[in-house]
């Protein structure tokens, strides 16, 4: 019977990967199921192109997955750590939900402007300001204050529009014009 490289049958995890970690113990050549030698040196296989696995890059599941599984298992857990966060839904998908189901999607909403997302953030962690209220409105109207606002709002927009891959110029003038940088 060929020998391959694939764990033997075993009723855990734990199991296989005894089994797998005793079968490479061993020194010389060994045949994959593929057909290419591999050749182990102590513990570290090493792989056909002469490449060494080292200690950092052979983890614990690898002795449980057949060896032509593992390339594959890698680049999804790389592409899956790459992966963005969800961006906010649309308003034509959250019109579709049910009432309830929209409002706990939609959260608080947008912040349109800086005394609300002041007041809400202030609320948020749960302070007080230290001026009355009033004071603390007239500072946030000031004229230089509500510029670096809509500065820091615009150049957001912007990032977030230069890095979304469904956004379109030709699609959508009116925010190309809004948001270019000339603008």
Known sequence: MEETMSPAPA???????LTSADAA??????????????????SIPMAAAGREETGAEVEPWVASVP????PII???LLSQRKMKAQPPLSDAYLHGMPAKRRKTAQGDGPHLSLSDAVSRAARAA?????????SLQGELEAPELQQAYSEQVKGDVKKRLSDDP??????????????????
């Open 11 to 17: 009723t855990t995890a734990e199991e296989a990967m």
């Open 25 to 42: 113990e061993g020194t010389g050549s060994r045949r994959a199921s593929s057909g290419e030698t591999r050749e182990t040196r102590g």
């Open 67 to 70: 060896p032509e599984w593992v």
């Open 74 to 76: 890698r680049h999804d």
């Open 126 to 134: 749960g302070v007080r300001p230290v001026t009355t209220p009033e």
């Open 166 to 183: 469904e956004y379109s110029t030709q699609r959508f003038p009116n925010t190309h014009r809004a948001f270019s940088e000339d603008s």
